[in-house]
């Protein structure tokens, strides 16, 4: 059963792409439950990169709040060149299936990270990897750590400076992630009971690219986010209305720094969280 109750009447707004210290953002799940509280949302989709560790505490955070907190993840993989981010809702955070996959995940970007740490070094650049990982704490490791740690050891001026030089796709000690198939993502997040949305997919999809996408079973599209003109968002949510795809949005915040992606700016009403939680539910019961 999805524990989710219909608000008909509501004007209030959910912001469906917020990532917190999880994984890579800045804020702790409890202080964007604080924060959301304060821009009077409804519901917010806590979508850290990998995992779900987030997802309880600002549950505990939001008890008795009034705000609804939507149990949810963003998974990565390439496909055909292109990036490709899923987004899952109403996922079960417990679910065995989902664990067993953020394990292996989690160890492919351990690895990784000792990939990246040893080319670093290969140029003459040493960092310690305990430093990294210090820096991910109990969350999902990945460059934005790397880069933290280049900054304290003082061998890059910034944490851009640290993607541009160093570790941004194509730089000299970037390494890629390892590969998903696609439809690898879907099929998770539907194990664990969830619904698939592709995430921001922005001025680089093309129609078969999506419809793809959907015979691999995917349920939605994100449409509303910062990276999206208000011509792409006509276009994905045309697009969504001719393949009977669900239609979400967020703000994908990570940072309070970060000025082009500002918590709750970027939102949808409450009739699409419910669209999300009757999708999943029909699945359950089917
Ligand atoms: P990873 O999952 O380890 O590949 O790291 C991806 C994250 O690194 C993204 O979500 C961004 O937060 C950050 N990132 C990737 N490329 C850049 C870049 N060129 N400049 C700044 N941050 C970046
Ligand atoms: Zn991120
Ligand atoms: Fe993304
Ligand atoms: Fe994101």
């Excluded at 705000?67 to 949810?72: E, H, L």
């Excluded at 704490?137 to 460059?143: D, E, Y």
């Excluded at 045309?238 to 939102?267: M, Q, W």
Aim: charged letters at 25%.
């Amino acid at each position: 059963m999805i524990n989710f109750k219909p608000v008909a009447d509501s004007n209030e707004r959910a912001d469906l792409h917020i990532h917190t210290s999880a994984s890579d953002g800045d804020l702790s799940p409890e202080k964007i439950v604080e924060k959301c509280l304060r821009l009077k949302l409804g519901a917010i989709g806590i979508t850290d990169h990998d995992t779900v560790s987030g997802v309880k505490a600002a549950k505990k955070a939001a008890r008795n709040s009034g705000i609804r907190v939507i149990p949810g993840i963003e998974l990565g993989t390439h496909s055909d060149g292109i990036e490709i981010h899923i987004l899952g809702y109403f996922i079960d955070v417990e679910s065995p299936a989902l664990r067993q996959y953020l394990v292996q995940i989690n160890e492919q970007r351990l690895r990784r990270t000792e990939l990246i740490v040893e080319s670093l070094a290969r140029n003459g650049i040493e960092i310690n990897l305990d430093k990294i990982i210090d820096k991910a704490g109990n969350g999902t490791i990945g460059r934005p750590h790397i880069a933290k740690a280049m900054v304290d050891a003082g061998v890059v001026k910034s944490y851009q400076a640290a993607f541009n030089k160093w570790i941004g796709d194509g730089a000299p000690a970037c390494e890629k992630k390892s590969i998903q198939a696609p439809g690898e993502l879907i099929d998770v997040i539907h194990q664990s009971g969830g619904v698939a949305i592709l995430a921001h997919p922005g001025a680089e999809w093309t129609r078969d690219g999506i419809r793809k996408l959907k015979r691999h079973g995917l349920d939605g599209i994100e449409v509303v986010h910062p990276r999206h003109t208000k011509k792409t968002e006509a276009m994905y949510r045309k697009l969504a209305f001719e393949c009977n795809l669900l239609v979400t949005g967020g703000s994908d915040f990570h940072s309070p720094l970060r000025k082009i992606d500002p918590l709750g700016k970027y939102t949808v009403d409450m009739t699409v969280v419910q669209r999300l939680a009757n999708y999943c539910e029909r699945r359950i019961n089917a």
